[in-house]
């Protein structure tokens, strides 16, 4: 019992389909791309076995990365609370096992068709390196266009690596009617296993039985390791001789003796549509791994009767050599009437079109070489995973077929990746955002930019919500880092006024109660956090008020020994201070805002020479007064070129959306901006912050 009725916020519960050994299954809806869904959920005794619910999710995931015509698609495997459960792609059809308890026997064209759909999802999984397993007609859906389709992929193997022992309930107990020898053995199994089980699939459409039967289900799995191979009767159940053959060939207990791939197994059962009064294998007896091909021996119209010696003796010599003329005439008659008949010209004789390989070419080259060889076209889209868009997929009738004149050949063709409407994840947590776009198939990127909204949130995305983007495409999300940082200006030598105004335009609680003797009058003197200080708002920076000349100081000049000043001009910034700094000089900036020689110092007041020790020196720095592109830079490379134009670090920012570990991926005000230094820079490094 479920006592949610919606999983994890998106898949809603709307009604029960079935249930089986391993989970009940229901018809939902994913809300989020709001779209009908099949919902599987483990049962209880899978649910608490925690080394179960590992191999589920790895299966489960592994077959999630399956898309082919013949298999359902997983979408989404997941949790909540207790209960585990799968999203997968719901199919409007019933299963073949439904389809055989209603029919009973499958006419043999359709069991062909079934068949050779089945292999193909084989075929295509078992390239992928995964095996089903579990295959058997619960696990096979049919949709009303009669398109086949595999399902439970992966998880087959998870469930039998828990329950392979057969007094367990489960896999064994729904499938041991359909396991190969080696599976009920507990040996290594490799893709003939799958093929087994279809042959046991296949026995039951032609025969409307299973080939084997028992009490228990230990008995089954040792009929189906040590009793003979069952033949199906070609005269009693009307089953083609080349079919029955096929059968025969499957169910073999020996895997090396089987088909040894699903494309081989697909191949075959075309031929046996094309020529089903051949049958074309059977196991060499002098050499177990050889298959002979050979034909059916006929059995005669008429009951043999013996014939006396002189009877034979008369109708030697009865003979005119008009008979044979006659049997010849008689002969091509009857070949004649057969075409004209079954419209099927016999191989070798002439007529007819041998249907080209149009799989791989473009839609255009493919028509072209149709149109040419006397055959019409007809295309029908389909998207695909591995095919690029405007080429052919697949084609029917197959490569090699001979067919009339004029016949439509239908084409497949790619329309690239499935197409999915992107869901609308604005307003999402970052994680919550990523871990749904994720789970859709979509690659995330996430880039933070400063948003008067909630730090963390979704304030964009790119491609827009609702666009049709292709399965896999990359979304990028605009996450919103919080209200930009108040970074504090310099307000020395402003009028009060002026400072006020522009604290409050920053967000910033100006404190001028302090006031001391200097001028010019009623102007800040000095403030208690630097410039470019990051604050957070309403925060208090306090300034001291220059007063006036009454009682001002003296200025503070240097009044050591004389000393010898170096000359710093053409120097860089950084050289520039280092060298007055170990020469005992302090210094002051002014900026020059010009085209050429930024970065370096192109005048100094006092001039080089013998100077008092202590002396304050100003320095004239070049500037382009335009932010720098620090871009791929260390922290302290970044830090260095800002100071060389001007500006100072006004604070770091950390993200692990993009660029290179530890390096700069970009600044506030971003590169080119002018600004007018000094003025503080946001910094953005891609890596964590340092340890404080």
Request: glycine share 8%.
């Amino acid at each position: 019992m479920i006592d949610e009725r919606i999983f994890n916020n998106r898949y809603r519960l709307d009604r029960k389909l079935g249930e089986g050994g391993m989970a009940t299954v229901y018809c939902g809806t994913d809300i989020l791309l709001r779209r009908r869904v099949a919902i599987k959920v483990l049962r209880e005794q899978y649910a608490v076995d925690e080394e179960f619910v590992r191999r589920f999710y790895q299966e489960a995931e592994s077959a999630a990365k399956l898309s082919h015509p013949n298999i359902v698609n997983t979408y989404d495997v997941g949790r909540q609370d207790d209960t585990y459960f799968i999203i997968m792609e719901l199919v409007d059809g019933a299963s073949l096992a439904e389809i055989i308890a209603a029919d009973g026997r499958l006419p043999e064209p359709v069991a062909i068709d079934y068949a050779a759909q089945i292999a193909s999802g084989l075929a295509y999984a078992h390239r992928q390196g995964l095996l089903h397993r579990d295959i058997k007609p619960a696990n096979v859906l049919v949709t009303k266009d009669d398109v086949v389709k595999l399902s439970d992929f992966g998880i087959a193997r998870a469930v039998s690596q828990q329950t392979m022992a057969l007094t367990k309930p489960g896999l064994v107990m729904g499938s041991v009617y359909y396991i190969s020898p080696e599976q009920a053995q507990e040996h290594e199994v490799q893709e003939t296993s799958d093929l087994y089980s279809l042959g046991v699939v296949l026995y039951q459409m032609l025969t409307g039985k299973l080939p084997y039967t028992g009490e228990s289900p230990v008995t089954v799995a040792l009929k189906h390791i040590g009793d003979p191979v069952p033949a199906i009767d070609v005269q009693d159940s009307g089953v083609s001789p080349a079919l029955a053959a096929i059968v025969n060939r499957l169910l073999q207990k020996k895997p090396e003796h089987r088909f040894q791939s699903a494309s081989e197994l697909a191949t075959a059962l075309r031929e046996a549509r094309e020529r089903p009064s051949v049958a074309g294998y059977r196991i060499s007896d002098d050499a177990p791994g050889r298959v002979s091909f050979d034909l059916p021996p006929r059995r005669s119209p008429m009951p043999d009767r013996p014939y006396l010696a002189t009877e034979r003796h008369e109708e030697r010599s009865g003979r005119s050599p008009w008979g044979a003329v006659l049997l010849v005439v008689a002969l091509l008659a009857a070949i004649a009437l057969g075409y004209a008949l079954f419209a099927r010209p016999f191989p070798g004789l002439g007529g007819g079109v041998l249907v080209g390989d149009y799989t791989g070419m473009t839609q255009a080259d493919a028509q072209e070489a149709i149109v040419n060889a006397g055959l019409r076209t007809r295309f029908t889209n389909s998207a695909s995973e591995t095919v690029p868009p405007d080429h052919v997929i697949r084609q029917s009738p197959p490569a090699g077929t001979k067919v009339d004149k004029n016949q439509v050949i239908e084409l497949f063709v790619s329309t690239g990746k499935p197409l999915l409407g992107l869901a609308d994840v604005r307003g999402f947590s970052a994680n919550d955002a990523q871990r749904a776009l994720q789970q859709d198939g979509f690659a995330v990127t996430l880039v933070r930019r400063y948003d008067n909204t909630v730090k963390d949130n979704v304030v964009d995305q790119l491609p827009k919500p609702g666009a049709k983007v292709p399965e896999g495409s990359r979304v990028t999300l605009i996450v919103s880092s919080g209200p930009p940082p108040l970074l504090v200006p310099n307000f020395v030598g402003m009028q009060v006024a002026a400072a006020r105004a522009l604290a409050l335009r920053r967000g910033i609680t100006l404190d001028t109660s302090q006031s001391i003797p200097g001028m010019p009058p009623n102007t800040i003197a000095s403030q208690s956090v630097p410039q470019g200080t990051q604050l957070n708002p309403n925060d208090t920076v306090h300034v001291v008020v220059n007063g006036g000349m009454e009682n001002a100081p003296a200025p503070l000049e240097g009044n050591g020994p004389a000393a010898s000043l170096p000359d710093v001009v053409d120097d860089d910034y950084a050289a520039a201070r280092q060298a007055l700094t170990q020469a005992g000089f302090q210094y002051t900036v002014r900026y020059a805002q010009q085209s050429t020689n930024n970065g370096k110092v192109v005048a100094q007041d006092p001039p080089p020479g013998q100077v008092p020790q202590g002396s304050a020196v100003t320095l004239t720095l070049s500037v382009s007064g335009e932010v720098p592109d620090t871009d791929g830079m260390t922290p302290d490379a970044a830090k260095s070129l800002l100071e060389s134009y001007g500006y100072a670090v006004g604070s770091w920012q950390y993200t692990t959306a993009v660029g290179a570990g530890g390096k700069v991926v970009g600044t506030q005000p971003s590169v080119g901006t002018t600004l007018a230094p000094p003025a503080g820079v946001t910094v953005i490094v891609n890596g964590t912050p340092p340890p404080q």
